[in-house]
């Protein structure tokens, strides 16, 4: 088969590997028809997320058609058309129970936080992800879903994580009704963000971007108010400002470890590549947040050392709500959403790459070319 392989960073191509065989009774092999890069795969092509190894495949967002079943799977057949969540999951232990399946205690050798992740290094379990022509995909009678008939294929491709991370971010800020609600960073994870906080009952929302482009989007997509920061000496006083000088009620941090900033501020922010990354996004929301309120981080960082301003944070009793998305459990919601036309998730999809084509894929997404805001990745087996 074709497939994405990693070659260190900046540096991808597409070479063949073997087809993935059934290893459990519980796999599936799924023919993948889409697939996504994802803003959180650019940490991966930065070299920025530890034990990145050498001919990995990435690709945590995908969709496809079940190729073959293993002897214990019972929820899929052959040919039915499913999406597959970013998590990899058992469903049955402590966390799993609960509805924390970004959190499974049994998919993970590697890591005592995060579960399994479908192309994310071997630091969320090794697992290949899904920019390729086939993927295996574990315990599939816990996580793959049958797309359901009136659901678009696309919209179906951003259920996997964007629509629902986006939306998970949301449900983390506990918006009450008519609160102030701030979202930094117009990738697709704010961008859903920012639309999901009106369905929770916001009576402002604000995204904050340096991407002119991402800003229009913000507006025409999710109907918010923008702010472009690098038109600002400080960010936060503008915030402030537009605040009744208090800060926003709720902050939903939507950038990550890769977040950008003037130069003194990369400088204090101890950014010196570091797996933790640049906080300076996450910094931003404690600060422009009022006191008391809840900032909820959907930002992908690393395991390791970021210099986060928590005394500020424990001093403004604020609320800090966080963790990968489960995603499955958004999925009834928004299914809802969508089904009722409340919600057209495929409308931030801006380019369609050729699985052969997929490193041209990464530079213009990384390097914010020809207006990419969500790139999609179609396999020639589609």
Not at 124 to 134: L, N, R, S, W
Request: include cysteine; hydrophobic fraction near 40%; glycine fraction near 10%.
């Amino acid at each position: 088969m074709k497939s994405m392989v990693y070659r260190g960073p900046y540096k991808i191509r597409v070479e063949d590997k073997p087809i993935p065989p059934i290893e459990h009774p519980n796999d599936a092999i799924i023919r993948v028809t889409r697939a996504a890069i994802c803003g959180s795969d650019l940490h991966l092509y930065h070299g920025m997320m530890p034990d990145t190894r050498v001919g990995m495949t990435f690709g945590h967002e995908f969709i496809g058609v079940v190729e073959s079943v293993g002897s214990s799977v019972q929820n899929l057949a052959v040919g039915d058309r499913v999406m597959v969540p970013f998590n990899i999951y058992c469903g049955s232990c402590y966390f799993c129970v609960r509805g924390l399946y970004s959190n499974c205690h049994n998919v993970n050798p590697n890591a005592t936080a995060v579960g399994g992740i479908y192309g994310y290094s071997h630091t969320c379990g090794g697992y290949d992800g899904g920019q390729a022509e086939f993927v295996r995909v574990p315990f599939a009678d816990v996580g793959p879903t049958v797309i359901p008939d009136w659901l678009d294929e696309d919209d179906a491709l951003l259920l996997t994580d964007a629509l629902a991370t986006g939306y998970f971010g949301a449900q983390l800020g506990s918006i009450s009704e008519g609160d102030t609600v701030a979202v930094f960073g117009a990738g697709p994870v704010g961008l859903f963000a920012a639309k999901s906080a009106w369905f929770m009952g916001a009576g402002r929302v604000i995204v904050i971007d340096h991407l002119e482009y991402r800003l229009e989007k913000a507006r025409t997509f999710a109907h918010a108010e923008t702010l472009n920061f690098a038109e600002y000496d400080d960010i936060v006083v503008q915030m402030k400002k537009s605040t009744d000088h208090l800060g926003a009620d709720v902050v939903i941090e939507a950038v990550g470890a890769e977040a950008d900033g003037n130069f003194l501020q990369h400088v204090t922010a101890a950014k010196f590549k570091l797996q933790g990354g640049s906080p300076i996004a996450l910094n931003w929301a404690i600060d422009s947040v009022r006191k008391g309120g809840t900032v909820s981080v959907m930002g992908a960082y690393g395991p390791m050392f970021s210099a986060v301003k928590f005394g500020d944070a424990m001093n403004k009793g604020l609320t800090l709500q966080m963790n990968q998305c489960p995603v499955k459990r958004q999925w009834p919601r928004l299914f809802e959403h969508i089904k009722n036309g409340h919600l057209k998730p495929s409308d931030i999809i801006t380019h369609r790459i050729p699985l052969e084509h997929i490193a041209e894929g990464y530079h213009i997404f990384s390097a914010k070319l020809d207006e990419c805001i969500k790139p999609v990745i179609v396999p020639t087996t589609a």
